[in-house]
Each structure stands twice: as structure tokens, then as C-alpha cells.
């Protein structure tokens, strides 16, 4: 890890939203380093998927800073797609193309936004197949996938694009619990391969076994953060005790 | 997760740039959409279309009380043609389901009566069914081709909503011990009907749509009726626009409600009988 | 009149009849189709105005009965010195009248894309050109194979339209009205035509479900 490189990857600060008179995001202030992977956890409607979905701006914000590498986030136009094909995004319900074959899916991008040709991008495309375990589904439509297999190449369909930082939106919450660990797996390999990771996620055990740090949020604010060893036995806020009470209780 | 629209959702929210172009846009596009409602308003003030002569006999008490029965007659039409639509696609519809001549029968039918133009069915009856000795009256004349007409349609209709209704319910009445016959009619037919009282409402704006032909048989219907207004007024221009407007506005709002009935169902899981029952009786 | 009296009196006329309903229904389609993707794009623009506009757009052409509004385009026109031949304000009826319901159908077409898609599109890095021409355009049109070609149908109906004024060469409705106004044509001249009619609409309903079943989405 690079905890020496002066400029982190993903910066926010004091960033506010608000839906109607709902404060959805209190004076947010965050930094990722690179190489770092960051998971975030807290209740549903605590601002944590907003905050996730507001670094690419498929969230608004209302006030503050979003920065990549130093650099702000465009609001518009050619300079926000550049900016966006640096970052991977993976969706709770994964949002495969419907009417794309799951090969076409991942080779799309690479060629249509980073002007691949098209033999390259689809050698590399069934590399990523083969490394997320769905080689074999490369020519099916995703309907004909499980949610597991689905979620594992809309990962693939990210990667490929190499992004610099890669964002995970509750990425196990649609899948079936008998799912859960393949699409969980793939994650914690590119943890372990370095990759720069902000991750929304309600897997506990998960989060404990790959983040750097985790970041505990309610009410639309940071409340802690920590280690997630420190988090877990010994969390420093009532209100992230008291949440991890609550899912100990279930 | 969002809802709604793809209007909702197509264009994402604009920054800066993109929202000093969508106002700049918007100017021009408002700018020549009221050129465009200009030059309309100047064509009739140059022909003389607004003259008070075009329009007075509008304020008039009479004018609306003969356009007013010419309306009647094509609702009476129209809900006729359509109660005899919905019989001959309900049987047509049960013919899909009986033995092997019967169902080609009935495909052949459907799939005839939803080929064939309602002005050729209306021919057909002006023209052919007088010399077979049955002289139906002008009424008959127009609302019989709009039935037959529509009820191919009908019986899709009602067809796709029959096979819309779960399986397991059927099997639920026979394991109960019903008849085949008392589980469709008990169980089955009123759930589907349910699910197809938009499409039969929409159904019924076709039908309302056709009976505009009724001139071609001479029925008095509102088409009609302006035709003789404008003889006694030789406003053409004014007349056909009122009614125009007025088959618009009625059409507008049974499609309105035949796509609230659609939006309410789709949002309620369970159907509840009562909020339906009342919109049954108009189809 | 027979069978084989009325096809060597009027065979040619009918099969004139054919290609002018045919005619009509092509060129009626395909210029629904152009206005309706028209209509289509400036009802779900940004702009409110052209949003308004298309919307009332379609409700009156969705509303308005076919015979009302020919009648006003032959009739009623020209008291604002606005004359058409009348095969103008015929096809111009039946251009109009299916390219509302041409637009309902791309509407609905394009609601079958989930948000999310589009999302996803969007955090790829693709434009918005992109996303439309890659994304947006070939789920719709794949999805509303179906409801178009009921619309072509639809279309051809609408052309026996062209019966109502004198238009030459007549169509398949119009002949029917010609023999039996002239002639003693009784239910074979009417049966010819509505075998056309049939023949055609069997016809474009089977090109219609083989391409759907070809292009299909599976959701």
C-alpha cells in the first residue's frame, strides 16, 4: 500500500445533499487513499449508497467538493464520461445490458469509449471472464444467468475498463444468501490485488476480512470511523454499537 | 432505485453548461411554437374564419341541443356496437378453448373480422344486406359493422386475459370439486375480466371512433348533425373543428380512464372487487 | 354476379386496387415511423415546451376519428386557402392518425429499459450519443417489433380512408363501393376484397412474430 502518495484518490469535502427537506448527506468529509479499501456500513437511508453514487455524479450534490486524484468532478459533458471511465461502478442489481450478450456487455465500452479494436477488447474480455469463474456463459444473454454469475460479470465489464478506483453499491443485496460468497470472493481477490475500493455493503464478516478501514454512517452522517478491528470488538460511537447490537439481535 | 418515466430518467441532471443550453433551447423552441400558433391565428383572420357569423350560432341554445342529440345517437352507437362486440368476442373467445373445428372456427373469425377495414363492413350493410330483403334501420346499419368489427379484437383481448389468470386457480375450483364449466364462469372468467376492463374500455373508443362513418348510411349521429348545421349556417370550418374537438375530448377521457384502471391494477397486488365494480358497468 | 364474371370484369381493377392499398399502407408507415420517432424524441427532451407539444400531439392524433379528420383536411382546409389534392389529405390522415400511436409504442418500448441500465452506461464513461445509439435505440425497437406490426396493420386499415373521396386509382374499400354502386357485384365483391385485406394482414402478422422472435429481449 502507498500511504505516501500526497494526493488521495478519492476526496469529499464537506459535501452536503439534500432530498427535498430530507439532509441526505450532513458535511461529508472523506478521504481514500490508493491501493486503500474503504468499506462503508450503516443503516438503510443513512446516506450511504448516496454517498457512493454522488463520486461519479450519478447523485448530485448540493454543496462541497468532490475531488479524483486532486482533480474535481466535471458536471457535464465529455469531461464527466472521461472522468467516469476511470471509475468502476458495481450496481445491486447489476444492470447488465439485457439485449447484449454477456461478451458484448464488457467488450462495448472498451471499444466504443476507449476506441479498442474490437479482437483485443474481446480477448481481454474472456480473460476477465475467466478470472471472475463465468468463461463459459461469455455468449449467453444475462437473463439466462444466475444473480450471482450476473454480478460477477458486471465486475468484469468494470475491470475491463481498468479503472483507477473501483465503487460497489450494496453489491450482494439482490443475490440469493447461496450467492453471496462467489460475488464476495472476487471482491476481496482485487483487494488483494491492490485495487482502490470504496465498498456499501451489509456483509459484516466480509467487511471485517477486507477493509482497511470502515466508515460507519446514520443519519446522513459520518459517525465513525475505524479500523475494523477496533469497529467490530470495540466500536467508539452508541450509535454504531448499537447498530451492531441490532444485527447480533437478529 | 428510481421509478417512473424514461422521461424521467433519460437526461441526467444538467450541470451549468448544459442547463444554459436547455434554457436557450427552450426559448427558441417556445418562440417558434408560438410563430407557428401565429400563423394559424393569421391564416383564419385573413380568410375571415373568425367573423362572428363562423362562431355566433354557438351561443345559441338550439345549436347545442341538435349537436347534443347527434352525440346521443353516437354514444348509443357506440355502447351498443361495443355490448354487442364484447357478446360476440366473449363467444369467439370461448370458441379458442373447444374442440379442434369449433377453435378453427372461431381463429378464422377473429383473425377475419381484425383484417378487414369497418368501412367494408359498413359497405357491406348499406350496400348488400337491403337487397336480401332485411332492411335494418340507418342505426343498425352503422352500430352492427362497428360490432363485428371490433370483436375479434374483443375476444384477443379477453383470450390473453383468461391466460392471464394463474393457473393454480383453476385447479384449486376443480380440485375443490367444480364443474370445468362452473370454474370458468365462478373463478376464472372473473378475475380475467378484471385484468381486461382497459382494453375493453380502449375497445370502446375504436368502436366510438368508427360510428363517425355513419354518414355513408345516413344515421344522425353528431357527424351528421354538423353536416346539417353547417348547410343551415355554411360554416364548415367552425363546425367540424367544435366537433372535432368534442370526439377528442371524449376519446381523451375514456382512454384516461382505461389507463388510470391499468395504473391502479398494476400498482395493487391484490385486486380489490369494489374499486372496479363500478367502471364494469360502463364497459 | 359470380365469381368468374366479376374477376375478368373488375380482375384488373382489383389487383390496381391491391397495389394502391398496398402503396398507401407503405407510404403511410414509413412516414408515421419518421414523425413518431420525431414526436418520440421531443416528448422525452429536456426542453418543456417541445415535451407539451408532443403530448398534445398525440392525444389528438390518437383521439381524433379517422373520418373527422379527413373530412376536415378535404373539406374544411380549404376555407383557410389551404387546398390538398385528395390523395394528399389522404395519406396526410393516415400518416397522422398511426404516427401517435407509433410514438405510444416507442414510449412503451423505451419504459422496458430499467433505469439501471442506463446508469450503467453512464458510469462506463459512454456519451449520451452513445448510450442512445448503443443502448436506448436497439432495446426499444426490439421491444416494439410487435406493437408495430399491429400498427401496420392498424395503418392498412386506416388507408380504406381513401374510399371517401374521389380518389384515383381506388382502393381496396373504394372498388368494392364502385362495383357495387355500378354493378351487380352482391358479397363476392365484397369477399374478394376482404381476402386481400385478410391475405396482407396474415401476412405482416407472420413477418411481424418471426422477427420477433428473432430480436427478442429476454428480461
Given at each position: 500500500?502507498?500511504?505516501?502518495?500526497?494526493?488521495?484518490?478519492?476526496?469529499?469535502?464537506?459535501?452536503?445533499?439534500?432530498?427535498g427537506?430530507?439532509?441526505?448527506?450532513?458535511?461529508?468529509?472523506?478521504?481514500?487513499?490508493?491501493?486503500?479499501?474503504?468499506?462503508?456500513?450503516?443503516?438503510?437511508?443513512?446516506?450511504?449508497?448516496?454517498l457512493?453514487?454522488?463520486?461519479?455524479?450519478?447523485?448530485?450534490?448540493?454543496?462541497?467538493?468532490?475531488?479524483?486524484?486532486?482533480?474535481?468532478i466535471?458536471?457535464?459533458?465529455?469531461?464527466?464520461?472521461?472522468?467516469?471511465?476511470?471509475?468502476?461502478?458495481?450496481?445491486?442489481?447489476?444492470?447488465?445490458?439485457?439485449?447484449?450478450?454477456?461478451l458484448?456487455?464488457?467488450?462495448?465500452?472498451p471499444?466504443?469509449?476507449?476506441?479498442?479494436?474490437?479482437?483485443?477488447?474481446?480477448?481481454?474480455?474472456?480473460?476477465?471472464?475467466?478470472?471472475?469463474?463465468?468463461?463459459?456463459?461469455?455468449?449467453?444473454?444475462?437473463?439466462?444467468?444466475?444473480?450471482?454469475q450476473?454480478?460477477?460479470?458486471?465486475?468484469a465489464?468494470?475491470?475491463?475498463?481498468?479503472?483507477k478506483?473501483m465503487?460497489?453499491?450494496?453489491?450482494?443485496?439482490?443475490?440469493?444468501?447461496?450467492?453471496?460468497?462467489?460475488?464476495?470472493?472476487?471482491?476481496?481477490?482485487?483487494?488483494k490485488?491492490?485495487?482502490?475500493?470504496?465498498?456499501?455493503?451489509?456483509?459484516?464478516?466480509?467487511?471485517?476480512?477486507?477493509?482497511d478501514?470502515?466508515?460507519?454512517?446514520?443519519?446522513?452522517?459520518?459517525?465513525?470511523?475505524?479500523?475494523?478491528?477496533?469497529?467490530?470488538?470495540?466500536?467508539?460511537s452508541?450509535r454504531?454499537?448499537?447498530?451492531?447490537?441490532?444485527?447480533?439481535?437478529? | 432505485?428510481?421509478?417512473?418515466?424514461?422521461?424521467?430518467?433519460?437526461?441526467?441532471?444538467?450541470?451549468?453548461?448544459?442547463?444554459?443550453?436547455?434554457?436557450?433551447?427552450?426559448?427558441?423552441?417556445?418562440?417558434g411554437?408560438?410563430?407557428?400558433?401565429?400563423?394559424?391565428?393569421?391564416?383564419?383572420?385573413?380568410?375571415?374564419?373568425?367573423?362572428?357569423?363562423?362562431?355566433?350560432?354557438?351561443?345559441?341554445?338550439?345549436?347545442?341541443?341538435?349537436?347534443?342529440?347527434?352525440?346521443?345517437?353516437?354514444?348509443?352507437?357506440?355502447?351498443t356496437?361495443?355490448?354487442?362486440?364484447?357478446?360476440?368476442?366473449?363467444?369467439?373467445?370461448?370458441?379458442?378453448?373447444?374442440?379442434?373445428?369449433?377453435?378453427?372456427?372461431?381463429?378464422?373469425?377473429?383473425?377475419?373480422t381484425?383484417?378487414?377495414?369497418?368501412?367494408?363492413?359498413?359497405?357491406?350493410?348499406?350496400?348488400?344486406?337491403?337487397?336480401?330483403?332485411?332492411?335494418?334501420?340507418?342505426?343498425?346499419?352503422?352500430?352492427?359493422?362497428c360490432?363485428?368489427?371490433?370483436?375479434?379484437?374483443?375476444?384477443?383481448?379477453?383470450?390473453?386475459?383468461?391466460?392471464?389468470?394463474?393457473?393454480?386457480?383453476?385447479?384449486?375450483?376443480?380440485?375443490?370439486g367444480?364443474?370445468?364449466?362452473?370454474?370458468?364462469y365462478?373463478?376464472?372468467?372473473?378475475?380475467?375480466?378484471?385484468?381486461?376492463?382497459?382494453?375493453?374500455?380502449a375497445?370502446?373508443?375504436?368502436?366510438?371512433?368508427?360510428?363517425?362513418?355513419?354518414?355513408?348510411?345516413?344515421?344522425?349521429d353528431?357527424?351528421?348533425?354538423a353536416?346539417?348545421l353547417?348547410?343551415?349556417?355554411?360554416?364548415?370550418?367552425?363546425?367540424?373543428?367544435?366537433?372535432?374537438?368534442?370526439?377528442?375530448?371524449?376519446?381523451?377521457?375514456l382512454?384516461?380512464?382505461?389507463?388510470?384502471?391499468?395504473?391502479s391494477?398494476?400498482?395493487s397486488?391484490?385486486?380489490?372487487?369494489?374499486?372496479n365494480k363500478?367502471?364494469?358497468?360502463?364497459? | 354476379?359470380?365469381?368468374?364474371?366479376?374477376?375478368?370484369?373488375?380482375?384488373?381493377?382489383?389487383?390496381?386496387?391491391?397495389?394502391?392499398?398496398?402503396?398507401?399502407?407503405?407510404?403511410?408507415?414509413?412516414?408515421?415511423?419518421?414523425?413518431g420517432?420525431?414526436?418520440?424524441?421531443?416528448?422525452?427532451?429536456?426542453i418543456?415546451?417541445?415535451?407539451?407539444?408532443?403530448?398534445?400531439?398525440?392525444?389528438?392524433?390518437?383521439?381524433?376519428?379517422?373520418a373527422?379528420?379527413?373530412?376536415?383536411?378535404?373539406?374544411?382546409?380549404?376555407?383557410?386557402?389551404?387546398v390538398?389534392?385528395?390523395?394528399?389529405?389522404?395519406?396526410?390522415?393516415?400518416?397522422?392518425?398511426?404516427?401517435?400511436?407509433?410514438?405510444?409504442?416507442?414510449?412503451?418500448?423505451?419504459?422496458?429499459?430499467?433505469?439501471?441500465?442506463i446508469?450503467?452506461?453512464?458510469?462506463l464513461?459512454?456519451?449520451?450519443?452513445?448510450?442512445?445509439?448503443?443502448?436506448?435505440?436497439?432495446?426499444?425497437?426490439?421491444?416494439?417489433?410487435?406493437?408495430?406490426?399491429?400498427?401496420?396493420?392498424a395503418?392498412?386499415?386506416?388507408t380504406?380512408?381513401a374510399?371517401?373521396?374521389?380518389?384515383?386509382?381506388?382502393?381496396?374499400?373504394?372498388?368494392?363501393?364502385?362495383?357495387?354502386?355500378?354493378?351487380?357485384?352482391?358479397?363476392?365483391?365484397?369477399?374478394?376484397?376482404?381476402?386481400?385485406?385478410?391475405?396482407?394482414?396474415?401476412?405482416?402478422?407472420?413477418?411481424?412474430?418471426?422477427?420477433?422472435?428473432?430480436?427478442?429481449?429476454?428480461?
Open positions: 500500500m502507498d500511504n505516501h502518495s500526497p494526493v488521495p484518490m478519492i476526496e469529499l469535502r464537506h459535501v452536503e445533499k439534500y432530498y427537506d430530507l439532509h441526505v448527506l450532513q458535511d461529508i468529509s472523506l478521504s481514500v487513499r490508493r491501493g486503500e479499501v474503504v468499506v462503508i456500513i450503516g443503516p438503510s437511508g443513512s446516506g450511504k449508497s448516496t457512493c453514487r454522488s463520486i461519479n455524479r450519478l447523485e448530485t450534490i448540493d454543496s462541497g467538493e468532490i475531488l479524483l486524484e486532486g482533480n474535481p466535471p458536471q457535464e459533458g465529455k469531461k464527466l464520461a472521461e472522468l467516469r471511465a476511470q471509475i468502476g461502478m458495481v450496481f445491486q442489481s447489476f444492470n447488465l445490458f439485457a439485449h447484449m450478450s454477456v458484448d456487455n464488457i467488450t462495448l465500452a471499444v466504443e469509449v476507449l476506441k479498442k479494436g474490437r479482437k483485443e477488447a474481446r480477448e481481454e474480455a474472456l480473460q476477465l471472464l475467466e478470472r471472475v469463474g463465468v468463461r463459459d456463459q461469455a455468449d449467453k444473454v444475462p437473463a439466462q444467468l444466475s444473480g450471482g450476473q454480478q460477477r460479470a458486471a465486475i465489464r468494470s475491470l475491463a475498463m481498468h479503472p478506483v465503487l460497489f453499491d450494496e453489491p450482494t443485496s439482490a443475490l440469493d444468501p447461496e450467492m453471496i460468497q462467489e460475488v464476495l470472493n472476487v471482491i476481496a481477490e482485487l483487494a490485488e491492490g485495487m482502490t475500493m470504496l465498498i456499501v455493503t451489509h456483509e459484516m464478516n466480509f467487511a471485517r476480512r477486507v477493509a478501514r470502515v466508515i460507519f454512517m446514520d443519519g446522513g452522517q459520518i459517525v465513525e470511523e475505524n479500523t475494523p478491528d477496533c469497529f467490530f470488538s470495540d466500536p467508539a452508541q454504531a454499537r448499537d447498530f451492531l447490537h441490532s444485527l447480533h439481535a437478529e | 432505485m428510481k421509478t417512473g418515466s424514461i422521461r424521467d430518467y433519460l437526461y441526467e441532471p444538467p450541470g451549468p453548461h448544459t442547463r444554459k443550453r436547455i434554457r436557450i433551447i427552450t426559448g427558441i423552441a417556445l418562440l411554437l408560438l410563430v407557428l400558433l401565429g400563423l394559424i391565428v393569421r391564416q383564419f383572420s385573413v380568410t375571415g374564419q373568425f367573423d362572428a357569423k363562423y362562431w355566433s350560432f354557438f351561443t345559441k341554445w338550439t345549436t347545442w341541443r341538435f349537436l347534443g342529440q347527434g352525440l346521443l345517437t353516437t354514444l348509443e352507437a357506440a355502447l356496437g361495443s355490448a354487442i362486440s364484447f357478446t360476440l368476442g366473449f363467444l369467439l373467445m370461448r370458441g379458442k378453448f373447444q374442440g379442434k373445428l369449433i377453435r378453427g372456427i372461431s381463429t378464422f373469425l377473429i383473425e377475419f381484425r383484417g378487414v377495414p369497418t368501412l367494408l363492413f359498413i359497405y357491406f350493410f348499406f350496400l348488400v344486406v337491403p337487397k336480401t330483403g332485411w332492411k335494418p334501420s340507418a342505426f343498425w346499419k352503422i352500430t352492427l359493422p360490432a363485428i368489427s371490433a370483436c375479434g379484437v374483443v375476444a384477443e383481448a379477453l383470450r390473453s386475459g383468461v391466460n392471464a389468470v394463474p393457473g393454480g386457480q383453476r385447479e384449486a375450483a376443480l380440485s375443490l367444480l364443474s370445468e364449466r362452473r370454474t370458468f365462478r373463478i376464472v372468467f372473473p378475475q380475467a375480466f378484471r385484468f381486461v376492463i382497459p382494453s375493453l374500455i375497445e370502446l373508443v375504436i368502436v366510438l371512433k368508427d360510428t363517425t362513418f355513419a354518414y355513408v348510411v345516413s344515421c344522425a353528431l357527424m351528421q348533425n353536416k346539417v353547417i348547410s343551415n349556417y355554411d360554416a364548415m370550418l367552425s363546425i367540424y373543428l367544435v366537433v372535432a374537438v368534442i370526439y377528442i375530448l371524449i376519446n381523451y377521457l382512454n384516461t380512464l382505461s389507463e388510470r384502471i391499468a395504473g391494477q398494476r400498482r397486488v391484490q385486486m380489490i372487487p369494489e374499486t363500478g367502471v364494469a358497468a360502463h364497459g | 354476379m359470380g365469381f368468374t364474371d366479376l374477376l375478368s370484369k373488375y380482375g384488373a381493377q382489383y389487383f390496381q386496387a391491391l397495389l394502391t392499398t398496398w402503396r398507401l399502407t407503405a407510404i403511410s408507415f414509413a412516414g408515421a415511423f419518421i414523425i420517432i420525431l414526436i418520440t424524441v421531443a416528448r422525452v427532451s429536456p418543456r415546451p417541445l415535451r407539451i407539444f408532443g403530448d398534445i400531439y398525440v392525444q389528438i392524433f390518437r383521439n381524433i376519428p379517422g373527422a379528420l379527413l373530412i376536415l383536411l378535404v373539406y374544411a382546409l380549404p376555407y383557410l386557402q389551404i390538398f389534392p385528395y390523395d394528399v389529405c389522404v395519406t396526410v390522415a393516415t400518416i397522422l392518425i398511426p404516427s401517435a400511436f407509433c410514438s405510444e409504442h416507442l414510449m412503451s418500448g423505451m419504459n422496458t429499459i430499467s433505469p439501471g441500465q446508469e450503467a452506461a453512464r458510469s464513461g459512454l456519451t449520451f450519443l452513445q448510450m442512445i445509439r448503443r443502448i436506448i435505440i436497439p432495446q426499444a425497437l426490439r421491444s416494439s417489433v410487435l406493437p408495430m406490426t399491429n400498427l401496420l396493420v395503418t392498412m386499415l386506416t380504406s380512408l374510399s371517401q373521396v374521389p380518389m384515383r386509382p381506388r382502393d381496396l374499400t373504394g372498388i368494392v363501393s364502385y362495383i357495387n354502386t355500378h354493378d351487380t357485384g352482391g358479397v363476392t365483391a365484397f369477399v374478394i376484397s376482404a381476402v386481400l385485406y385478410c391475405l396482407t394482414a396474415f401476412a405482416i402478422g407472420k413477418a411481424g412474430s418471426l422477427v420477433d422472435r428473432k430480436v427478442r429481449i429476454l428480461r
